[in-house]
């Protein structure tokens, strides 16, 4: 078959010209769409840094706004964390007020909480004694305390229902603790009128209160050392 000259020079030229069309599209269309590719990823960072509470960064990430934060100031391995919530930043100065407010000695007040909580704010028993001082609902409602969870309340109240116990019993620790674990009114039917009296009565307690009291005491003497 035979072909034109002139043809074939017109027909590779057209070649060339959508070649280079078709190239330049293609070019066109990446950039576009790389384009909006980045306005995308723009518009999510965006939104992301907007997402967060105030005073916190888009560098300080999603975490640290439940956490608290980190003081980047310091060198590191010497960043300090600092939570959100400080109000209780040592039982020693809440039992040291609290003992001081009522008159209750600090060493009985800790013996108090270590047996019924461990220091455990969070502690709740089976009968639904709750908090450091293991407060029941109503005893915390007749103190005050409308957050038994809460160590400063807790420990306010806890420490006030022990310094009346202590006055009602005339200063006798141990009758206060029975009363304090058994209830006054148990205790106070004994006919009890002194520590002396009180072990040598203590097995017509419950056995549970017979052990609270012995704890206890033992307890406060670790911490009169």
Do not use: C
């Not at 915390?140 to 306010?156: E, H, M, W, Y």
């Not at 209830?183 to 009890?192: D, E, F, K, N």
């Amino acid at each position: 078959m035979q072909i034109d000259p002139v043809t074939y020079v017109q027909s590779a030229a057209t070649q060339r010209a959508t070649r280079s069309n078709a190239e330049e599209t293609a070019v066109r269309f990446s950039d576009v769409l790389q384009q909006a590719v980045n306005e995308e990823s723009s518009e999510e960072a965006t939104r992301t840094v907007r997402s967060l509470p105030p005073g916190v960064t888009y560098e300080d990430g999603l975490l640290w706004q439940h956490l608290g934060k980190v003081d980047t100031s310091m060198e590191l391995g010497q960043a300090s964390f600092q939570p959100e919530n400080t109000r209780y930043t040592s039982f020693e100065e809440l039992i040291t007020a609290a003992g001081e407010r009522y008159g209750v000695p600090v060493s009985l007040i800790k013996s108090v909480i270590q047996i019924e909580s461990a220091f455990n704010p969070n502690a709740v028993s089976s009968a639904g004694a709750k908090g450091l001082m293991q407060l029941m609902d109503g005893t915390a409602r007749g103190l005050g305390v409308s957050d038994s969870f809460d160590p400063v309340q807790n420990i306010d109240g806890g420490t006030r229902y022990l310094s009346n116990l202590l006055q009602r019993f005339g200063g006798e620790i141990a009758v206060a603790l029975a009363a304090y674990n058994a209830g006054p009114t148990r205790v106070a039917s004994l006919g009890i009128t002194t520590d002396e009296e009180l072990m040598a009565s203590l097995h017509v307690l419950p056995a549970e209160t017979q052990a609270y009291v012995q704890k206890v005491m033992d307890a406060r003497r670790s911490y009169t050392i």
